[in-house]
């Protein structure tokens, strides 16, 4: 070897060192990806009582409750495997309600906790039977309604549940296509979103009283969205959220004895997201629209101080999570890009907020990177948006880069604390995410530039998202991943069969390898969703050689990077079958391939032990081929990752 030629090598290495030195320290996994401390806080309805998620001995998520005040917290919940995720208070005071699947089936069943002696029960204990739907009123504290699809696998009847005994009686039949149910002031099922089987779109129906037939008031098309939105407190004002007439979702007051609509709230760019209700008076207070960030749009004059102050509070976006009965106190989150969401209590009265806790302390231990939102234009004009996390203490220049790509499709990223994005820019890799076309919150005609793009313009977009961030100079074009979950999965899929020159590698997680087998395999209570399926993706039934052509299982030879897939054995969405297909196709050919199957998880990982297996194994994976850092896998016990 020469001596230039090793002076060269010698300043290659002493660069490279260098910047992996300027990097923070590694953020161990169970930081981002193990339990919170503690997290989702509920006040009681009377406001003397603070209920949350929070680990017990065994690390498994439970809902513990304590006085506002001082006093200790006790745990009501015994959950033994999966943890709870989803809980609420009933309006009695005395029992606390929360949902739990068995293993990631998704057939999720309604229990109740009882908060004097820590005893549950299960209000829907039917084998094979899924919870989709509960809806509670203060004016009856004893009673949850509760979509159940007992009596028909793919249609969910309402049922009237008393909640001290557990008595349980049909209140509504679904007569097989409504998605949803809205309640007037009385408690009283009066209007329903649905499907329309037929046309497509959807329809909005309502009743005068219960036994009453419905009657069809709304139709929206293929190409619109809409749904009930509540009662006001007369019987004949009904809120609706609907993009017809508009490219954007609005808020509209419809008077249901004239038929005339009044818009109470729009934005001319992006759909209204949240709202924020009066359950006394029964009017909306506010709106949220996520525009690059969160906004809210005040329309009561009732909370306009109170927005006011809380925006104040820190920086971050807000969004109240649970309030009293009075109205007097709410709990509020906010959530921040580079930092753990920050739950306060606040004070309507005296407009004073108080923290309660941050819900991973950790988090505020250790270096973050921010994320910065950004837009650029695709190949035929249209304007994109997403989100670029950079790594700290590296210059954003020629950076291996991982494209992180949503799931949904009908979906979208937003700002604020992403732990995948911080895992991935905390080992040295750029994060670009982007809402490509057919994600939601940008208006109709955004949404329906994705109808049948799956593997098409839905691609492009990506293509041109990482052709914009190598021109800014972040990206090196050599080192660029694509991942993702479910249509992230994909995506992924997508990238390394139609472009396999553009990605050094790609990470799918529990993503679909063949459009036909996956729209021919959907749930059962996703049959009344199959007409607009057709018209978005295509129809299984009559367009079987386009949906092949759109499907990575069929072009496995055109692979020429490594692949890594995680699946849940139990995912009811995706079935095994689609890794499975893909993984095989790909062995045959000798195709390079990494398989981790998790046989008690299904949509997603929702163990701690199971992320932290997958992403030990992910970030072992990019060290290889992008050339990041990685953690040392360890020991992580209680996993059930197969690696097959």
């Known amino acids: 070897m020469s001596r230039a030629t090793l002076l060269a090598a010698i300043a290659m290495l002493t660069t490279a060192v260098t910047a992996s030195a300027e990097l923070p320290p590694l953020i161990p996994r169970d930081v981002l990806f193990g339990n919170p401390d503690k997290a989702g806080p509920q006040i009681s309805p009377d406001g ?23 006093g200790d917290a006790k745990k009501i919940t015994s959950d033994e495997k999966r943890g709870i995720r989803s809980y609420f208070w009933a309006h009695d005071g005395k029992h606390l309600l929360y949902l739990q699947d068995a293993g990631g089936d998704e057939n999720f069943h309604l229990f109740a906790a009882d908060l004097a002696t820590a005893k549950t029960r299960d209000l829907t204990p039917f084998p094979g039977v899924r919870v989709q739907g509960v809806d509670l009123d203060k004016d009856h504290p004893d009673t949850v309604l509760v979509g159940l699809n007992k009596r028909n ?62 009657k069809t008031i709304k139709h929206w098309s293929m190409e619109e969205q809409g749904s009930a939105a509540g009662f006001g407190a007369d019987a004949n004002t009904l809120y609706v959220v609907g993009n017809h007439d508009a490219n954007t979702m609005r808020l509209v007051k419809l008077d249901l004895a004239t038929g005339k609509e009044e818009v109470v709230a729009e934005d001319k760019e992006y759909d209204i997201g949240g709202a924020m209700i009066d359950e006394k008076r029964r009017v909306p207070l506010a709106v949220s629209v996520t525009r690059a960030r969160t906004e ?27 309030q009293t009965t009075d109205q007097s106190k709410w709990v509020v989150a906010y959530t921040a890009d580079n930092g753990p969401v920050a739950y306060y209590l606040y004070d309507r009265p005296t407009k004073k907020a108080e923290l309660l806790f941050v819900n991973n302390s950790k988090l505020e231990k250790v270096q973050l990177a921010e994320t910065e939102p950004v837009s650029y234009k695709a190949k035929d004009g249209l304007t994109v948006h997403g989100y670029l996390t950079k790594p700290l203490g590296v210059e954003a220049k020629n950076l291996p880069t991982v494209l ?32 490509f076309r057919g994600s939601t919150g940008y208006g109709k005609a955004f949404l329906n530039a994705g109808n049948r793009e799956w593997a098409g313009k839905m691609h492009q977009d990506l293509l041109d998202a990482v052709e914009w961030v190598v021109k800014q100079g972040v990206a090196d074009p050599k080192k660029v991943a694509i991942m993702g979950g479910s249509y992230g999965g994909y995506a992924t899929l997508v990238g390394l069969t139609f472009t396999p020159e553009v990605f050094a590698c790609g990470v799918d997680i529990v993503g679909p390898s063949n459009i036909t087998t996956l729209l021919k395999t959907i749930p059962p209570y996703w049959a009344p969703m199959k007409a607009l399926f057709a018209k978005r993706v295509g129809d299984p039934e009559k367009e079987e050689a386009f949906l092949k052509e759109r499907s990575p299982l069929f072009k496995v030879d055109a692979i020429q990077r490594p692949l890594l897939i995680g699946q849940g054995a139990n995912d009811p969405r995706v079935k095994v079958a689609e890794s499975d297909q893909i993984v095989d196709a790909m062995r045959k050919a000798g195709k390079p391939v990494e398989y981790v199957l998790y046989p008690d998880e299904g949509h997603g990982f929702v163990r701690p032990e199971n992320r932290l297996h997958f992403f030990a194994v992910t970030e072992q994976f990019l060290a290889k081929h992008l050339g990041g850092r990685a953690e040392p896998v360890g020991e992580i016990k209680g996993h059930s990752g197969q690696v097959k």
């Not at 003397?48 to 001082?70: C, E, F, I, S, T």
């Open 48 to 70: 003397k009582h603070l209920a949350y998620l929070a680990p017990d001995d065994k690390n498994v998520m439970q809902v513990w409750v304590r006085p506002l005040g001082k």
């Open 153 to 214: 696998k793919a249609a969910f009847d309402m049922h009237r549940v008393t909640i001290s005994t557990g008595e349980e009686k049909l209140d509504t039949e679904n007569p097989g296509n409504v998605l949803g149910w809205t309640t007037d002031k009385d408690f009283v099922i009066r209007a329903a979103t649905a499907a329309n089987m037929k046309e497509g779109g959807y329809d909005l129906l309502v009743r005068a009283k219960p036994g009453d037939e419905w």
């Open 296 to 322: 809210w749009k005040v329309l009561d004059d009732s909370v306009r101080a109170d927005f006011e102050a809380l925006a104040k509070v820190r920086r971050g976006d807000f969004a109240v999570s649970s």
């Open 404 to 435: 992180l790509v949503h799931g949904g499709p009908w979906a979208r990223d937003s700002w604020g604390f992403n732990p995948l994005a911080q895992f991935l820019a905390n080992r040295g890799y750029a994060v670009l995410q982007v809402n």
